[in-house]
């Protein structure tokens, strides 16, 4: 049995729709690597670690959530992609990497919406 394809954007509107309350600002972050984002800091404090939806700085704060859209996927198999949901006001991606600040109020057009694309 084949599996179904996401839509991203439907996971995107999903995601950010349960982390509302939480969360002030949304990043999606592309890179090239491990699961972890390493390099990768927000409000320049390094990410330590990523797991169960939850992002930690290196000295253990509590630094936001994130889903992964991609993981090890792309040409090389080794691109990520994570939608990271944070009160912090920056996302420094790692030295592979890129961010792009996603709208919360996204629409499920993705003509429409200019900070996230598949």
Do not use: C
């Amino acid at each position: 049995m084949a599996e179904e394809k996401k839509d991203p954007m439907a996971m995107a509107q999903a995601l950010i729709g349960q982390m509302m309350g939480k969360s002030e600002n949304f990043f999606l972050l592309t890179y090239e690597g491990s699961k972890i984002p390493r390099g990768a800091a927000i409000d320049n404090v390094e990410i330590g670690w990523t797991q169960h939806g939850m992002v930690t700085g290196k000295g253990g704060e509590q630094l936001g959530y994130y889903e992964r859209i991609v993981e090890f996927g792309g040409s090389t198999g080794n691109t990520q992609v994570m939608l990271i949901a944070t009160n912090g006001k920056s996302l420094t991606p790692p030295p592979s990497g890129t961010v792009n600040k996603v709208d919360s109020k996204i629409t499920a057009s993705p003509a429409k919406n200019k900070g996230l694309r598949p």
